[in-house]
């Protein structure tokens, strides 16, 4: 086994797995999808070790995440020091890819991104994914920081407490009319555990552990539930009397005042605590937006220093 990496064979690499197929990392590369094929199998020789599962689109194997992670790395790198050096070329955009949450893009991380100063010339792509698995594009490779619910640090990875996403039980004045004024001596657990419930997707567990926690760990939402997978339409489906469900306090708050939302339990929220991780790289760019980010955060997520709540020990929402 040779122990070099060429550096063509692991740009190569990179390649196919960003574009998702050797079809068209061929044309990024300006080059055939047959010495796609062959540069892609000479790493593998070298290496030693399956780097690609040849799906689509492809996914590095354990292996293949270690030199994606090593190629991302380097291509960072060597755009900071050709901007430092003022090299040409160096005026092209930097690209920097981040795992976010739905309901983190949908209130204060847009913002956040906003912040960054713009001579930088940043270009996002952002990935939206639940914060519980953000961390596995980071292992993976696939982004170079990301929002996630896990304190513990990935391999290579430097982590920040960013404080909690804290959500409110709620329903509309209508639905709540129905399910609770209409039963006045029937507990909140057990016309929760009737009453429709909306979800985001198959994997958002905080109905289910609100009513786990008011019916000390039996049980969950009811199985009438409704699937909303975007942060805003959940919020609609919730306002427009499909269902109850956990809101972000900071969604939640105008549309109480206004009256399209009602408290089911407002001294039993639900916080869920978020972390910035990212590459251990010295790059300015990545500086500046850990720097936003962080700033943000401390002025939209709640850091928990007043009123009673649940840490959320349950799976967090897309």
Same mark, same amino acid.
């Given at each position: 086994?040779?122990?070099?990496?060429?550096?063509?064979?692991?740009?190569?690499?990179?390649?196919?797995?960003?574009?998702?197929?050797?079809?068209?990392?061929?044309?990024?590369?300006?080059?055939?999808?047959?010495?796609?094929?062959?540069?892609?199998?000479?790493?593998?020789?070298?290496?030693?070790?399956?780097?690609?599962?040849?799906?689509? !689109?492809? $996914?590095?194997?354990?292996?293949?995440?270690? &030199? %994606?992670? +090593?190629? @991302? #790395?380097?291509?960072?790198?060597?755009?900071?020091?050709?901007?430092?050096?003022?090299?040409?070329?160096?005026?092209?955009?930097?690209?920097?890819?981040?795992?976010?949450?739905?309901?983190?893009?949908?209130?204060?991380?847009?913002?956040?991104?906003?912040?960054?100063?713009?001579?930088?010339?940043?270009?996002?792509?952002?990935?939206?994914?639940?914060?519980?698995?953000?961390?596995?594009?980071?292992?993976?490779?696939?982004?170079?920081?990301?929002?996630?619910?896990?304190?513990?640090?990935?391999?290579?990875?430097?982590?920040?407490?960013?404080?909690?996403?804290?959500?409110?039980?709620?329903?509309?004045?209508?639905?709540?009319?129905?399910?609770?004024?209409?039963?006045?001596?029937? !507990?909140? $657990?057990?016309?929760?555990?009737?009453?429709? &419930? %909306?979800? +985001?997707? @198959? #994997?958002?567990?905080?109905?289910?552990?609100?009513?786990?926690?008011?019916?000390?760990?039996?049980?969950?939402?009811?199985?009438?539930?409704?699937?909303?997978?975007?942060?805003?339409?959940?919020?609609?489906?919730?306002?427009?009397?499909?269902?109850?469900?956990?809101?972000?306090?900071?969604?939640?708050?105008?549309?109480?005042?206004?009256?399209?939302?009602?408290?089911?339990?407002?001294?039993?929220?639900?916080?869920?605590?978020?972390?910035?991780?990212?590459?251990?790289?010295?790059?300015?760019?990545?500086?500046?937006?850990?720097?936003?980010?962080?700033?943000?955060?401390?002025?939209?997520?709640?850091?928990?220093?007043?009123?009673?709540?649940?840490?959320?020990?349950?799976?967090?929402?897309?």
């Amino acid at each position: 086994m040779m122990t070099e990496l060429p550096l063509d064979l692991v740009r190569t690499l990179l390649a196919v797995v960003d574009e998702g197929t050797f079809d068209a990392a061929a044309s990024a590369l300006h080059v055939t999808p047959s010495a796609v094929s062959q540069r892609v199998k000479a790493l593998e020789r070298r290496t030693g070790r399956v780097l690609l599962m040849r799906t689509k !689109p492809v $996914r590095p194997t354990e292996s293949g995440e270690a &030199v %994606v992670r +090593f190629a @991302r #790395r380097l291509a960072r790198l060597e755009l900071d020091a050709r901007a430092e050096l003022g090299m040409t070329g160096s005026e092209e955009p930097t690209r920097l890819s981040i795992a976010v949450n739905s309901d983190s893009l949908a209130t204060w991380f847009l913002p956040a991104l906003a912040r960054v100063p713009e001579e930088l010339r940043l270009s996002y792509e952002l990935r939206r994914e639940d914060q519980d698995h953000t961390a596995a594009l980071l292992r993976e490779g696939l982004v170079m920081a990301a929002v996630t619910s896990s304190p513990d640090p990935v391999t290579g990875c430097s982590v920040q407490s960013l404080g909690r996403m804290r959500y409110m039980a709620v329903a509309g004045p209508g639905f709540a009319a129905r399910w609770l004024g209409d039963r006045p001596d029937v !507990p909140l $657990r057990e016309v929760l555990a009737d009453a429709p &419930v %909306v979800c +985001f997707d @198959r #994997r958002d567990d905080l109905q289910d552990g609100f009513v786990r926690g008011l019916r000390r760990g039996r049980g969950g939402a009811s199985a009438l539930r409704h699937f909303v997978p975007t942060s805003e339409g959940f919020v609609d489906a919730v306002a427009a009397g499909m269902g109850w469900g956990m809101v972000p306090q900071v969604q939640a708050e105008p549309l109480l005042r206004a009256g399209r939302l009602v408290h089911l339990a407002a001294d039993r929220p639900i916080d869920v605590p978020l972390y910035w991780q990212q590459w251990k790289l010295d790059s300015p760019a990545l500086s500046a937006v850990a720097e936003a980010v962080a700033s943000a955060a401390a002025a939209a997520l709640d850091g928990g220093s007043h009123g009673p709540h649940v840490t959320s020990a349950v799976t967090g929402r897309g």
